[in-house]
């Protein structure tokens, strides 16, 4: 078998049969050299979507775990043909071009080929404003810059791909982040990748649309990002430590005029608790997402993933001791003044600086630590 066209299917009568009898038409344009399978991976469909598939000569693939992605893995991985190719089954996308994301698949010898709706005529009212000038350029833009990709359309519900290829990726979203997954994954394993330019059309008004724009947005960009953990790495450290040495220096040297400016003074000091916390709570996310083994650490972070309980116990511990003396400085310092008002916030906002963020850290490492010996069990 040359080609499996597989439709993700649930609850889709009103649009199957034309759908199917469009991709048939282009893929029939072939004759002889292209044997292929129409595929319909039914997950959970209570109308006549199963009927109409096999009375259209497709076959039926239930897949009873719910999603997008899942509907579409179980699809592929039912597929007999070399090449896999699969579109939503809501009349939208421009099925003719079937045969041509064929034809350039194995014409460019490549692992995956898009149609890309961003290159083509997008009706009007087949794509929201919102998807179309923000939400889609922004992720197709995201993921090219973090995993140096070429692609116009990150969305595209409409590719063809290798088959062996994609079963070495390690494919395994089910919602609607199955979209990007399958292009991130394929861009850190080095596969070819073309696109042919194609469109969209306005689906049928009465259709209720799977995608959840706010909610599937989200998961795309979640998934995007945790494939790059060492951005939060990076990020939570060049904060963590520039605010930490302007903080220690902020205690040295005092308010102090610069150019005209009051700097390092009560207000200088909030903010730069702020980027520090900020910082401590990227560099924690990190670490979680290190766990996920997608990326090698630095030496550093690894050395903390990596610590044992013994050391970590006297971390926590230090860093208890110190923050009590502090507390107990004030303490002190207020039974002094007969529990007066007190007016210490130039000295409290770096102490919890200098101390609160290692214990933040501190206490991150202990639930990764947990995690960890759970995973291992």
Request: aromatic residues 8%; charged residues 20%; proline residues 4%.
């Amino acid at each position: 078998m040359d080609l499996t066209f597989v439709f993700p299917c649930l609850n889709e009568e009103k649009t199957l049969e034309p759908c199917i009898r469009a991709v048939r038409a282009s893929l029939d344009q072939a004759g002889d050299r292209l044997k292929y399978e129409i595929v319909v991976a039914d997950n959970g469909s209570t109308d006549r979507s199963a009927e109409i598939a096999t009375e259209l000569g497709a076959r039926v693939v239930p897949v009873p775990r719910r999603g997008y992605g899942a509907a579409l893995r179980g699809g592929i991985e039912a597929a007999e043909g070399t090449y896999v190719m699969f579109a939503d089954a809501d009349s939208t996308y421009l099925y003719e071009h079937a045969l041509p994301l064929y034809d350039k698949a194995v014409e460019t010898d490549s692992d995956m080929a898009i149609a890309s709706r961003m290159n083509g005529e997008i009706e009007d009212g087949a794509m929201p404003p919102l998807h179309r000038w923000l939400g889609t350029p922004v992720l197709t833009g995201l993921i090219n810059v973090l995993f140096q990709g070429k692609l116009s359309d990150c969305n595209s519900g409409f590719r063809c791909i290798r088959k062996t290829a994609y079963e070495s990726w390690g494919i395994r979203s089910d919602g609607m982040e199955f979209a990007s997954e399958l292009l991130i994954k394929a861009l850190k394993h080095r596969a070819s990748t073309v696109e042919i330019p194609s469109g969209l059309r306005a689906g049928p008004a009465d259709r209720v649309a799977h995608l959840r724009t706010w909610r599937d947005g989200m998961r795309h960009l979640l998934f995007i990002l945790s494939e790059r953990p060492r951005l939060f790495e990076f990020a939570g450290l060049l904060l963590l430590g520039i605010s930490s040495l302007l903080q220690l220096f902020a205690v040295l040297v005092g308010p102090t005029d610069l150019a005209g400016l009051n700097v390092f003074d009560l207000h200088s000091k909030a903010l730069l608790l702020l980027a520090g916390i900020t910082g401590t709570q990227l560099y924690v996310f990190s670490l979680m997402l290190y766990l996920r083994k997608r990326e090698e650490p630095t030496r550093l972070t690894a050395r903390l993933i990596g610590i044992g309980e013994g050391e970590l116990f006297f971390l926590l511990l230090a860093i208890l001791v110190a923050e009590g003396a502090m507390v107990g400085g004030v303490f002190l310092n207020w039974a002094l003044n007969n529990f007066a008002n007190l007016d210490l916030t130039n000295v409290l906002i770096p102490g919890i600086h200098l101390l609160g963020l290692p214990l933040m850290l501190a206490i991150g490492l202990l639930g990764l630590h947990v995690f960890q010996k759970s995973g291992d069990a």
